[in-house]
T-cell receptor, first 113, second 116 residues
């Protein structure tokens, strides 16, 4: 069965610093990969997705992610974090043959001013 | 505006009572999903439906039931058999292409259920 691992439960960065959130997946073939963001008490919003092609994908709010097959990773990055980026971030995968997303356990981002 | 609505936002229930959470979408999506979210556990799939009048169990279906009588609606009932129902419940929907669903899921704002 496929699984998604987000090794970092909680990350704190200073405003203006760069950010990288880690995500690893386990699946034999290339899955479809997603990053979502959730503000407290809210639903999830899609930041970006990877299906195929260019391994560096751009998303909303200045986020990007890079798919690395050799490392089974899909890490999320942002060059300069804003205080409004404080939220919980979820990585998810879908093999495409089933109508289900498998989520990681999430990384909570705290931004200090 | 197109989107997914969930109601109510907060719900309180006494032990032993069944309760139904509403989920409606006007995005014309074929597939709909229910997730449960607990702190530190991410989202876990309860049930999903790819077409009207059909649905499948997810990873944690015990103690829950659903129906899909209309394309726009996918209500979730939390029954008294669910041992620990206090959680945040999220509904989502997506397009479906020929049995595959590599399209992103769109999420509603969630319902927080508390058992008293």
């Amino acid at each position: 069965a496929q699984s998604v691992t987000q090794p970092d439960i909680h990350i704190t960065v200073s405003e203006g610093a760069s950010l990288e959130l880690r995500c690893n997946y386990s699946y034999g073939a290339t899955p479809y990969l997603f990053w979502y963001v959730q503000s407290p008490g809210q639903g999830l919003q899609l930041l970006l997705k990877y299906f195929s092609g260019d391994t560096l994908v751009q998303g909303i709010k200045g986020f990007e992610a890079e798919f690395k097959r050799s490392q089974s990773s899909f890490n999320l990055r942002k060059p300069s974090v804003h205080w409004s980026d404080a939220a919980e971030y979820f990585c998810a995968s879908n093999t495409g043959t089933a109508s289900k997303l498998t989520f990681g356990t999430g990384t909570r981002l705290q931004v200090t001013l | 505006d197109g989107g997914i609505t969930q109601s109510p936002k907060y719900l309180f229930r006494k032990e032993g009572q069944n309760v139904t959470l509403s989920c409606e979408q006007n995005l014309n999506h074929d597939a709909m999903y229910w997730y449960r979210q607990d702190p530190g556990q991410g989202l876990r799939l309860i049930y999903y439906s790819q077409i009207v009048n059909d649905f499948q169990k997810g990873d944690i279906a015990e103690g829950y039931s659903v129906s899909r009588e209309k394309k726009e609606s996918f209500p979730l009932t939390v029954t008294s058999a669910q041992k620990n129902p206090t959680a945040f419940y999220l509904c989502a929907s997506s397009f479906q292409d020929g049995g595959y669903s590599y399209n992103e899921q769109f999420f509603g704002p969630g319902t927080r259920l508390t058992v008293l």
